[in-house]
């Protein structure tokens, strides 16, 4: 049986590798150019560049003190211990100062060397002339040549015989030998650095592809469905930060899964009890009251408020929906807040009148604001519904309406349970419901305060709740007053 390899040419772990013996190959490519191919020019650019330097020197020293006797003092300190051969003629090929290290026949050393350079840098429009002589044994010598002191006649011309020039020669020793050694040496040289390399690059590559392999498998876990999945880091901030934030964004997921479970849930047992006393009513106005019609009148009641509960239920998360896909555009205008929650306090008359409730409404008076003043009395509405759910054995809960220089500020305040510290973040949160205990037996669809939040987001308003556990808490919010 045949077993195919592939190997992903895109992958972190290739690149790293490529990208590793690349840089080594280019490195070392340049090393072997410059050491081995331009080492005979490096080496002559580089001697030249020496005799320039010491020539630059004398020609100070020179001028500074005239005195040949003092410069030829200056001439050999400088030479001595060095390769290069030094000596100052006159323009007519008379030696004025040579060397006094070595044997009695080195002022005839380059005598036809000299002869020649004289006459070319005579000839030369610049202050210098040198050029390489080829000697025997692939020697070479490098032979270089200025104007000490230029002197001129009466005439304006060159007088040779007053003139002086200085003349430096140093011999070029063969590379050959020295170009052999160290291609050798680069030879193993390149052997480890390409080694290193590699065993860098595969070092390297897995200890960043692992973690980024196992990130994938978590992600491709979490895709499954199974959203409380870990993501590991590795040994890198960003890789860290990539495997923290996916942890939450799990977290998160896991959370709403939770929450939409948990709505249907509850939205499912909300939807089965109207839809049970709907049916069984309707039986009974068919089998038992269809000709009574206080019985009738009776059953019906409870069918349209049953009906009014789902229609409740369906909008609530239509709108919700609607919210989500950012499909809901507000329609705003100038409106009285203070008579707008007056208005919308009426509607509760009934929870006052017949179960006990104290609603009471404090108001600093009148006050203009701009917005959407249908959405504005829902996130009311939502509020104070949410209070009279929460609220405490007194069944009192109090509405404040407090106007400020900037903004007014909108509190619902019960006196209930109020809200544990580890959920205080999360009522917000669509499909949270608190643990809390209700006082009326009814059940919501765990999105109002949601609802609440987005509203009060498109209008961008301040909001906030501020609750202690067994007190009772305060839900807010604030809109810019109209000047």
């Not at 045949?2 to 590798?17: E, V």
């Not at 304006?156 to 040496?185: C, E, K």
């Amino acid at each position: 049986m045949n077993t195919k390899i592939s190997f992903d040419f895109k992958s972190i772990r290739f690149k790293l590798w490529a990208y590793f013996i690349l840089f080594a190959v280019i490195i070392l490519g340049l090393v072997w150019l410059l050491q081995v191919y331009f080492l005979d020019a490096y080496y002559e650019d580089m001697k030249l560049k020496e005799s320039e330097r010491m020539a630059s020197e004398l020609l100070s020293a020179f001028k500074q003190d005239l005195s040949l006797e003092s410069f030829s003092v200056k001439l050999n300190e400088i030479s001595q211990g060095g390769d290069t051969y030094i000596r100052v003629e006159t323009g007519d090929g008379r030696i004025m100062i040579s060397p006094s290290y070595g044997s009695s026949s080195q002022p005839f050393l380059y005598r036809s060397e000299t002869n020649t350079l004289r006459l070319k840098l005579l000839d030369s429009e610049f202050p210098s002339y040198s050029e390489i002589i080829p000697g025997s044994q692939d020697t070479k010598t490098l032979s270089y040549a200025c104007f000490l002191h230029k002197a001129t006649d009466r005439y304006g011309s060159l007088d040779a015989s007053q003139s002086l020039i200085l003349y430096m020669f140093s011999p070029l020793f063969p590379v050959r030998s020295t170009v052999s050694i160290l291609r050798t040496q680069l030879t193993y040289v390149t052997i480890i650095a390409l080694l290193l390399a590699l065993s860098l690059a595969i070092y390297l590559a897995t200890r960043i592809s692992k973690p980024i392999r196992n990130i994938t498998e978590s992600a491709a876990e979490m895709g499954r469905g199974n959203y409380g999945v870990k993501f590991e880091g590795g040994h890198y901030s960003e890789i860290t930060e990539l495997a923290e934030t996916l942890t939450e964004a799990s977290q998160e997921l896991e959370k709403s899964d939770m929450y939409q479970k948990d709505m249907i849930a509850n939205v499912s047992h909300d939807l089965k009890t109207p839809l049970t006393m709907i049916k069984s009513y309707a039986e009974m106005i068919r089998d038992l009251s269809g000709d009574n019609k206080e019985k009738r009148e009776s059953h019906l009641s409870v069918i349209m408020d049953e009906a009014d509960r789902l229609n409740l239920l369906v909008d609530d998360m239509l709108t919700m929906s609607r919210m989500q896909q950012q499909k809901i555009s507000l329609e705003k205008s100038d409106f009285d807040l203070d008579e707008s929650i007056r208005t919308q306090l009426n509607s509760y008359d009934i929870l006052t009148e017949q179960e006990g409730y104290k609603i009471k409404y404090e108001s600093t008076g009148s006050v203009m604001v701009n917005g959407d003043e249908a959405k504005i009395i829902q996130v009311v509405s939502n509020l104070i519904n949410n209070a009279v759910k929460y609220c405490g054995s007194d069944k009192e809960i109090i509405v404040k309406l407090k106007k400020g220089p900037k903004k007014v500020r909108f509190e619902v305040t019960d006196h209930g349970q109020g809200i544990a510290p580890d959920e205080i973040n999360h009522v917000w949160e669509r499909y949270y419901k608190s643990s809390t205990h209700h006082v009326r037996p009814t059940e919501g669809s765990g999105l109002g305060l949601s609802i609440v939040k987005e509203i009060l987001t498109l209008h961008r308003a301040d909001y906030g709740v501020e609750s202690n556990l067994g007190e009772g808490s305060t839900f807010w919010f604030e809109l810019k007053t109209k000047k």
